[in-house]
C-alpha cells in the first residue's frame, strides 16, 4: 500500500521521546524532560506584538510562496549585518520552518545516484531527508576526540564521482560542537576541488558561549559561497519554534526551483508569522543575549553535574543548548549480550526508572551517547541529574 520511499522512514525520535514523555506526564508522572530541542522561553513581547497587528491590520491572506520582500530584505540586512554576507532577495526563500525550507532545498538538489556526506553524529532529520529525496545519505563518524568534528582527510576519504554534497551544522545538534574559521578553512579546499554543494545549518548560529565567534563556509571565499546553501530561522534564536518560520540563501537558480516546488506544495508559510519574524530579525536582540546567557549558566551547570557521575565522559559543547555525554561505561550492564542498539534501551531505562526523558544516542548516529536538551529550568537540571545518577548506581 505504501510506497517504498517512504516505508523507510520512521518518525522523528526526538519527537517520538517527547511524545511518550508527555503522555506519562500526562499520567501524572513527574517526568524531568531534556527530550525536546525547543528553548524553554517565551516568544519575545515584540514579536508577539507584531503578530497582533498583523491579524488587526487585515494581513491575513496567501503571500508569495517563498514569502513577503520586506521579510526576505531583513534577511539579506541580516546576512550582511552579522556575517559579511551579501545575497539578493532573489536568492533568500521563506519557508515554514528551516526543516521545510532543507526538505525543499534536497528534494531540488540531490537525485537517485547521489550520495550526500552526513558526518555523524548528526540531526535525526537529514539522513531521512536525503533519502526522500531518493539519493543516499553517506555516514561519515567523526571521532568524539575531535569534538565530533568532520576533518579534511576523514572528508576527502569519503568523496566519490557521485558525491553531490556535504551537510556541517555548526553549532551542532546534538553535540553543541562548534567549527571554528581554520577548521572550515581546511574543509574548504577539499569541497572546492571537488565542487560539492554544501548545505550550512546555522540554526544555533546566536546560541554561541565562551566569546566563540561564529562562522560558516560561505564567508570564506566567493568562489565556495556559490556551492553553499545557509539554512537559518527563528526557531531557536526568538524562542519560536511554533511559528514555523525558516529561511535559505544561496544560488538564485536554486532558491527560484525551491520556490516553485513550495508554490506547489505548501504555498507561502504564515503571513502573520511572517509579520513576526519581521520583528524578531529588525527589532531589539536583547532577550536573545539574556537567552544565551541562561543557557551558558546551565550548560556549565550540567556538565559539572555529568562529570561527578561515575562513567559518564562529555565534550564541552561551545554552542546550541544540549549536551551528549558517552554512557558507554553502563552498556554491559544494560544489555549483556552485546546485540543492537545500546543507548535505546539505556534511554527507556531512564524513562521507566529515573522519569527522565533523554534522547537515544542511535536516531544521530552516535549508539554511545545520550542527547539532553537543557531548555528547561535550574532546578529541573538538578533532579534530573540527580534522578540519572541514582538509576545508574542501581545498575551498579
Ligand atoms: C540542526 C537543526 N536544523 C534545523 C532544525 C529545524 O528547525 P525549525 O524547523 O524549527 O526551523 C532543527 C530543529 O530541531 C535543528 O536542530
Known sequence: MLTQRISQIKPSPTLAIDAKAKSMLAQGIDIVNFGIGEPDFETP??????AIKAIRDGFTRYTPAGGVLALKEAIVEKFKRDNDLDYRPEEIIVSCGGKHALYNLFQVLF???DEVIVPSPYWVSYPPMVMLAEATPVIVPTPEANGFKLTPEVLRAHITPRTKGLIL???SNPTGSVYTRSELAALAEVIL????FVV?????EKILFDGLEFFNLAQLDPELKKLVFVLNGVSKTYAMTGWRIGYLAGDARVIKAVTNLQSQSTSNPCSI???????????PQDAVAAMVQEFAWRRDDILTRVARIPGLKCVKPGGAFYVFPNFSYYYNKIKPDGQGSY???LADFLLEEAHVALVAGIGFGEDACLRFSYATSRERIATGLARIEAALQKLG
Open 193 to 196: 576541488d571537488h565542487k560539492l
Open 111 to 113: 537525485e537517485k545516484g
Open 273 to 283: 508569522a511572517q509579520k513576526a519574524a519581521l520583528e524578531a530579525i529588525n527589532g
Open 200 to 204: 550550512s545549518d546555522d540554526i544555533y
Open 45 to 50: 513581547e515584540n514579536i508577539k506584538e507584531a
Open 169 to 171: 551544522n555548526s553549532p
Open 343 to 345: 543507548s535505546d534501551p
